[in-house]
């Protein structure tokens, strides 16, 4: 259906700053929820935010709220999810997923196709 794929983790100091990109190679960005999850050694893996409608809608989970931001810029056919203020909580690999739809979901079960993953390490 589509593919994804992630870039621009690496490795920040914590307190640090890091925007994550997520290129969609078919379809339109606009028609398409975007979703940001992240997985570490050892732990299931957790919704971050998504997208939807080119930015019309947004969802944002609890644990990075006032740190990280989602965005996307359709004419890019690109997602991004701008992290700040990152903790050492906040390493893990990090997926773009994708779904068919204008809705929002938050269990990963509900997104189709998933990019590669692009490793945040913080150190502390």
């Known amino acids: 259906q589509v593919q994804l794929v992630e870039s621009g983790g690496g490795l920040v100091q914590a307190g640090g700053s890091l925007r994550l990109s997520c290129v969609v190679y078919a379809g339109t960005f606009s028609a398409y929820v975007m979703g940001w999850f992240r997985q570490a050694p050892g732990k299931e893996r957790e919704f971050v935010a998504a997208?939807?409608?080119?930015?019309?809608?947004?969802y944002v989970a609890d644990s990075v709220k006032g740190r990280f931001t989602i965005s996307g810029d359709s004419a890019k056919n690109t997602a991004y999810l701008q992290m700040n203020s990152l903790k050492p909580e906040d390493t893990a690999k990090y997926y773009c997923?994708?779904?068919?739809?204008?809705?929002?979901?938050?269990?990963?079960?509900?997104?189709?196709?998933w990019g590669q993953g692009t490793q945040v390490t913080v150190s502390s």
């Open positions: 997923a994708g779904r068919s739809g204008v809705i929002i979901k938050l269990p990963p079960n509900d997104y189709d196709s």
């Open positions: 997208i939807s409608r080119n930015g019309g809608n947004t």
